[in-house]
C-alpha cells in the first residue's frame, strides 16, 4: 500500500464507550485472516486520561481486531520528542493516571495539582470544606494533559504557578512575564460521548485559563507548544507512526497519501510558538494529507464554515483554538461520508486498492 489511515476515535469508531455500528464492519476489511492490517493505520485520538496500552485495548475489544499501543497516539504522544522538559519538575493537570502517563513520556519529575495543594493548603479555598499547612517552592514547567475534575482547583493553582514563576507560596508579580513554559495536548472545545449534544473538552477549560490569565494580568497565556487535532505537529508524528509500521511489515512502497477518516486538515499554528521538534520528524515525507469527515460525530454537513475567526460572531462560530490561524480551504473536507465503513470503502476505490 502507497497510503495509510489515520482514525479518530471518539464519534467515528465510538460514542463514549459504544461502537457505532459500521466500526466493526470497516475494521474487517482492513484485516487479513490473521488479523494483521493489510494497511497502515493508526488510530488519532485528542484522548490523555489514559496509557497508550489501555487504548490499544480497548480498541481491540469494541472493534473485534487486535491492535497494538503503536498504532495509538494520544494527544500527549509528541510529549516524548520534548527531551529538552524531561529532567525538570513539571505540574500536570488532568485526569486518569497523570504520573504514570508522565513517566511513560520520560518526564522524570511530574507533580500533580493535588501533591501541590497538599502542600500549600493555603491556596485551594474555592470549597470551604476542603480548606485544611507546610510551604514548599518548586520550579515549575505546566503540561495539562486534559480536563481536570476539579476545574476551580487547577484554574486557581496554574495561575499561582505562572504569576508567582513557579513558586506558587509567594506573592503574585505580574511582571514575571513570559510566565514558566506551558504545554498543553488536545484543544477540543467538545467532544461526543453518549448524550444527544457535544460535552465540554479540555478546549472549554483552557479558554477559561486563557481568559483568567489576561483578565488578571492584562497580557495573552503563551503556549510553548499547542498538540492533539489539528495541530501540524500531531499530523507530523502521526505519520511518522504510520512510516514505522510500513518499515516493520516491510512494504517497500513509500506511504503517499494519509487519509484522516473523521479528522479536519491541519490547520496552521501561529509562528510564535516553539517548532524545534519538527528536525526530530525531518523525514516525514507524505505528499497529501486527505481529509474523510463522517457524519457519526460533531461534524454537521449543515454548518458553514465562517471566512474570519474574529467575524464569527455574525457567522457560523469558529470552534478552534484562539492560537490558528483559519483558512476555510483548509478546513473544507475532502470528501463527506456516512460514516466510516463508507470512507474505507472509498478510500479503496479511490487508491484502486484490492485487499
Not at 507546610?134 to 486557581?156: A, D, H, I, K, M
Amino acid at each position: 500500500p502507497s497510503f495509510g489511515f489515520l482514525f479518530d476515535i471518539d464519534g467515528v469508531l465510538v460514542r463514549g464507550k459504544t461502537p457505532i455500528p459500521a466500526a466493526k464492519t470497516a475494521f474487517q476489511k482492513l484485516v487479513n485472516s490473521q488479523g494483521q492490517f493489510l494497511v497502515p493505520v493508526v488510530f488519532v485520538t485528542n484522548a490523555g486520561n489514559c496509557l497508550r496500552q489501555k487504548k490499544a485495548d480497548q480498541l481491540s475489544h469494541l472493534l473485534g481486531v487486535p491492535i497494538s499501543q503503536d498504532q495509538v497516539m494520544m494527544s500527549h504522544s509528541p510529549l516524548r520528542m520534548f527531551k529538552r522538559y524531561h529532567e525538570k519538575c513539571v505540574l500536570v493537570s488532568g485526569q486518569g493516571p497523570l504520573l504514570d502517563i508522565a513517566q511513560d513520556l520520560g518526564f522524570c519529575q511530574p507533580i500533580t495539582i493535588e501533591t501541590l495543594r497538599e502542600k500549600h493548603p493555603l491556596l485551594d479555598v474555592v470549597d470551604h470544606d476542603r480548606r485544611p499547612n507546610v510551604l514548599v517552592s518548586e520550579y515549575f514547567s505546566v503540561v495539562l494533559f486534559g480536563e481536570p475534575v476539579r476545574w476551580e482547583t487547577n484554574l486557581q493553582l496554574i495561575i499561582d504557578v505562572l504569576l508567582t514563576s513557579g513558586y506558587p507560596g509567594n506573592p503574585h508579580h505580574h511582571e514575571n512575564y513570559p510566565h514558566i513554559p506551558v504545554l498543553a495536548c488536545n484543544m477540543d472545545l467538545m467532544w461526543v460521548a453518549e448524550a444527544q449534544s457535544p460535552r465540554f473538552g479540555h478546549g472549554t477549560f483552557m479558554v477559561c485559563l486563557e481568559n483568567i490569565y489576561k483578565k488578571i494580568t492584562g497580557k495573552d497565556l503563551k503556549y510553548e507548544a499547542l498538540m492533539g487535532k489539528p495541530s501540524k505537529l500531531t499530523y507530523q508524528y502521526a505519520e511518522y507512526l504510520i512510516r514505522a509500521q510500513a518499515a516493520e511489515r516491510q512494504w517497500k512502497q513509500p506511504i503517499q497519501t494519509l487519509y484522516a477518516v473523521g479528522g479536519s486538515a491541519t490547520l496552521s499554528q501561529d509562528d510564535e510558538i516553539d517548532n524545534s521538534w519538527e528536525t526530530e520528524l525531518a523525514s516525514a515525507a507524505a505528499a497529501h494529507c486527505r481529509s474523510v469527515l463522517v457524519c457519526t460525530g460533531v461534524y454537521n454537513p449543515h454548518t458553514e464554515v465562517p471566512l474570519d475567526t474574529r467575524e464569527s460572531i455574525t457567522e457560523t462560530v469558529f470552534h478552534g483554538h484562539r492560537d490558528f490561524r483559519f483558512d476555510p480551504g483548509l478546513v473544507e473536507p475532502d470528501h463527506i461520508v456516512p460514516d466510516v465503513d463508507a470512507a474505507v470503502d472509498l478510500v479503496f476505490q479511490l487508491e484502486n486498492f484490492s485487499p
